[in-house]
């Protein structure tokens, strides 16, 4: 998260440890889902937590 916002690729007032944080709950529970729930596509699941990686916390 710091490099891409040094490099420009994120907003300068992004807060790295939280958005990781985030990233990381995010990881977990799509996991935990999967785990639960046989049905649970977990591909597309990870294709959402990405783009959400990607959008969030774009310069806008």
């Known amino acids: 998260m710091s490099a891409a ?3 420009g690729m994120y907003r300068a007032d ?3 440890r939280t958005t990781a944080i ?3 709950g995010a990881i977990d529970a799509v996991v935990a889902e999967s785990l639960t729930d046989p ?3 977990l591909r597309v ?3 959402a937590v990405v783009d959400m990686l990607h ?4 310069r806008t």
């Open 22 to 24: 985030m990233l990381g």
């Open 14 to 16: 992004l807060d790295a």
């Open 39 to 41: 049905s649970y596509d």
């Open 5 to 7: 916002t040094a490099a």
């Open 45 to 47: 699941a990870a294709d």
């Open 55 to 58: 959008r969030a916390p774009r």
